[in-house]
């Protein structure tokens, strides 16, 4: 198949992806406003559908930039492929910090070239310190993820940098403005190597008591509650690098003392043991739920040996970072 074919399945694949988005957030919201349990269920069950379609559109894309790699071999360096276990000693990592969070961060590598960039930035406001959380996840591996992930880093920086310095058009505490600056910046190295990126930008202002989200295509974060409830923040919009005129849209939550936020890139749930089943979204919630009332640092420490239970001495083969955040 010639790579004209393969970017028209692409462009097809984007639509439907885009469409799927829109039927889910649809159903969401409406879901909120249903006066009837009947039709909370009924909405909840559509939008459920939707992000199971969502994700098999979002597979058939990866699928299809594999093949494209594999067939521009001479373009391309083979990396070896890294396999390792789920280690028992943790290195965490560095990350900025605010007073009344409690932050756990760790990203493990499964290839020696990661899709994988976590960053957290600090706002000292008047009325009480905004810590904002961006992570991203590069489709596929290689030399040409490698490049897209130097690039988002490079763009990130420099919205940073000029917003410091009160010269960026952006506004470091709206997720949507970012978003959209990033998409911008980034849609022509993402059509070039035929590779996309998926997104979280989050802000949590611990006076208002509100964590306000953007998500481009992400792995929905889970926020648990101190009373037990437990949600997905499962809003979310087209994937960056994929259509630079998307507008993107912010999300806002209630937290409070004792919540915890599992922000993630989805290597980790997609992991595989030896019978081929995998930890999935549900293996990470029976991890947290079991370790919500301890420190992050504990939750982490507990999430890690579930999985190394659930793995049976399996190796992971794919990167993945994992962030909890426990408000005190």
Known sequence: MDNGKKNAILDVLRSAVKK????FNYYQKASLKAPYPETV????????EERKHRYFLTKEMQKIDRLMISEKSSHFIDEQRVQYPVPEHIDFQNV??????????????????????????????KDGNLLGIFLYDVMGHGLEAMHLKTMGKKFFGELRKSWE???????????KQIMMQLNHKLFQECQSCGRFMTAFYGVIDLSRKLFTYCSAGHEPPMLFKSNGQYRDLSETELLLGADKEVTYSDVSVSVNAGDVLVIFTDGITEA???????????????AVRKSVAFSSREIVYHIFRELREFMHEGLITDDFTLTVIKLQ
Not at 20 to 23: V, Y
Not at 165 to 175: E, I, L, S, V
Not at 272 to 286: A, D, K, Q, S, T
């Open 20 to 23: 799927e988005i829109e039927a």
């Open 41 to 48: 269920s009924l909405l909840m069950q559509l939008a459920e």
């Open 96 to 125: 900025q910090t605010s007073p009344g969070l409690d932050i756990a961060a760790v990203s493990l590598p499964a290839e020696l070239i990661g899709g994988d960039f976590l960053d957290t930035i600090l706002f000292e406001e």
């Open 165 to 175: 310095g009160k010269k960026a058009n952006a506004d470091f505490r709206t997720p």
């Open 272 to 286: 595989n043991n030896r019978i081929g089943e995998r930890f999935e979204r549900e293996g990470l919630v029976r």
